[in-house]
């Protein structure tokens, strides 16, 4: 334009030609300059986030806010999705060591003894607490200062009580620790319509209040805990688990406990650095500014299949007020995945959110201020719980695999098996049942978690599939409207991650006689190999429902008279039975 501009304006009527290399040359700079602009210009995610104080960071899963951080995790992303099979090889950080420990192995550095010692705080301090309830004596080992995150937890008053039996809080605690609460709470199916339900989810939980009670009570127990400190190897022994710290400091326990979460070194040695089978993306924030805020979300699924960077995902929704202010609210965008190329990036999931995020709560983004920008990977295996690979070593809370491949919901499963859990590694110590064999009892197989696979994979969108992009939103109404249908005996359960053998089967049938016409696309969503393997999980369910029913009652009365290594080892098959089919649960 400013050369025909020129060449008009010295009265020549025609543009004369250029030479193409110039050209060239000349596009060639253009496209430079812009992928040079774009890289210099933040994204609208990176000015959010940096205009944020993120002073209230604690690590771990959800507890960080600041954009580097969430760059870091992006990068952790995409070595997983760009991996065939092994992600990395990981790094070896526990070895067994034939033979009774000797001090002077060490060069005589001086060495604390406890009964247990839990690696990890955040969610550890809960199982530690239990453990020095029951008189033992216990240590945590926690990288850095053992406190809550200021992004609340959200939980029914029901599975909060379950800590006041297992002995970590006293009934006034309760009243303390509760930030918010709320009801209904909605399960939402865009273009197809809701259900709404009571006390699901329903109260906001502050994990900074909560984890300085349980801190407190585990002090005046006689617990021990080594703040900003790391294990730098666990060496197992015949008659002692040793880990020598980086700052070196040496431990001895009778047992330790893993619960450094989804991306614990232990686990990552345990499978070897192999590649998740499923992910579940997170992102989402707690801002100011909603005017309804008197109700949840517990679930709302996106109409049909959305592109996100060069994916095809299903987008869902969480929304809970939020215990700062009553204007305060937390919503939650998340997608599952197979962890491949081409999956987006949390950034990438982000910039989505912030265009639809005001649409689904129905208020103007600029009408909102920005309290904390909340991200996060859960990745998820088939062989879930993970059984103890090493003597004197178990694995606890995210670590073991043991929470729902549907909702993550790594708070609620801790507080439905902590008492489980205490009692069981409570009396592995005493009766001294800590190899591989005795430990892996208490995390055994548990058909109801294998079976809610299916359910992810169902809510996982294909990659250029000729299924309807509004299928898996379809899906989800069918079944939460039979099982609406069907009573709180079936809805309530599944929503708080609890799958039974009955409820399933009477939500399935329900299904097939209301809408046959969906089925051929669910064969064709998960695939006909992993519904014949979900088979044999629904059929193990059924087989665990009735074990626990009436084999359970014959064998619990026989217990007394069994020498105690078979009496444990019994008493860990019928927990089994119970929990693997979800008969724990009562309404």
């Not at 060239?24 to 944020?52: F, G, N, W």
């Not at 201020?369 to 991200?375: G, K, T, W």
Request: aromatic fraction near 10%; charged fraction near 20%; proline fraction near 5%.
């Amino acid at each position: 334009m400013v050369l025909l501009q020129l060449k008009h304006f010295n009265g020549v009527s025609h543009c004369p030609s250029v030479n193409p290399w110039i050209q060239r040359r000349e596009r060639r700079a253009q496209k430079i300059m812009c992928l040079q602009a774009q890289s210099v210009a933040p994204s609208r995610t990176q000015r959010i986030m940096e205009s944020i104080s993120v002073s209230g960071e604690v690590g771990g899963a959800g507890g960080t806010y600041s954009y580097e951080a969430l760059k870091k995790l992006d990068r952790v992303w995409s070595t997983i999705c760009s991996a065939q099979t092994i992600v990395q090889e990981p790094q070896q950080v526990v070895s067994s060591i034939p033979g009774l420990f000797s001090q002077s192995d060490l060069a005589n550095k001086a060495v604390d003894t406890f009964d247990v010692i839990v690696c990890g705080g955040t969610l550890g301090i809960f199982i530690a607490t239990a453990l020095s309830f029951k008189g033992l004596r216990v240590a945590i080992v926690e990288r850095n200062i053992l406190k809550g995150r200021e992004q609340e937890w959200n939980i029914s008053r029901k599975e909060l009580l379950e800590l006041v039996e297992s002995g970590i809080l006293v009934e006034d605690d309760i009243v303390q620790v509760i930030a918010a609460k709320f009801n209904p709470n909605r399960c939402g199916f865009e273009g197809k319509g809701e259900i709404w339900v009571e006390d699901i989810l329903n109260l906001g939980v502050s994990p900074v209040k909560l984890i300085e009670i349980v801190k407190k009570r585990f002090l005046s127990l006689g617990g021990v805990i080594f703040e900003r400190r790391s294990a730098s190897n666990i060496c197992i022994y015949e008659d002692a688990a040793v880990i020598q710290l980086v700052e070196d400091n040496v431990l001895s326990s009778r047992l330790i406990i893993d619960a450094m979460g989804n991306f614990s070194p232990v686990v990552k040695q345990i499978r070897r650095g192999r590649k998740p089978d499923g992910v579940c993306l997170v992102v989402g924030s707690c801002a100011r500014g909603f005017k309804d805020n008197l109700t949840s979300d517990v679930i709302c699924s996106s109409s049909s299949v959305k592109k996100v960077g060069d994916s095809e995902v299903q987008l869902f929704w969480e929304a809970f007020p939020s215990g700062s202010g009553p204007t305060d609210r937390t919503t939650y965008m998340f997608t599952y995945i197979d962890p491949q190329l081409g999956s987006p990036k949390l950034e990438e999931l982000l910039e989505d959110y912030w265009d639809l995020m005001p649409e689904y709560q129905g208020v103007s983004l600029d009408n909102l201020e920005i309290l904390r920008v909340v991200y996060g990977i859960f990745p998820t295996y088939r062989d879930s719980p993970l059984p103890a690979a090493f003597n004197r070593v178990i694995q606890f809370g995210d670590a073991s695999g043991i929470q729902s491949p549907v909702s993550f919901g790594g708070f609620g499963s801790l507080t439905r098996h902590l008492g489980r859990l205490s009692t069981g590694i409570y009396e592995a110590i005493s009766g001294d049942f800590v190899d591989s064999y005795s430990l892996s009892l208490l995390n055994p197989y548990m058909p109801n978690l294998s079976a809610s696979w299916l359910f992810q994979r169902a809510m996982s969108a294909k990659q250029q599939s000729n299924i309807s992009p509004d299928f898996i939103n379809e899906l989800l109404y069918v079944n939460f409207q039979s099982m609406q249908r069907l009573g709180d005996p079936v809805l309530r359960p599944f929503l708080q991650d609890v799958i039974k053998f009955g409820p399933l089967a009477k939500t399935l049938g329900l299904v097939m006689l209301s809408k046959p016409q969906i089925l051929p696309s669910i064969f064709k969503q998960v695939g006909i190999p992993v519904l014949v393997d979900w088979s044999g999980h629904f059929f193990m369910l059924g087989y665990y429902t009735f074990l626990s029913t009436f084999a359970d009652p014959l064998i619990r009365s026989l217990l007394s008279a069994l020498p105690s290594r078979m009496k444990y080892e019994w008493k860990r098959h019928l927990e089994a039975w119970k929990y693997g089919a979800g008969m724990d649960y009562k309404l």
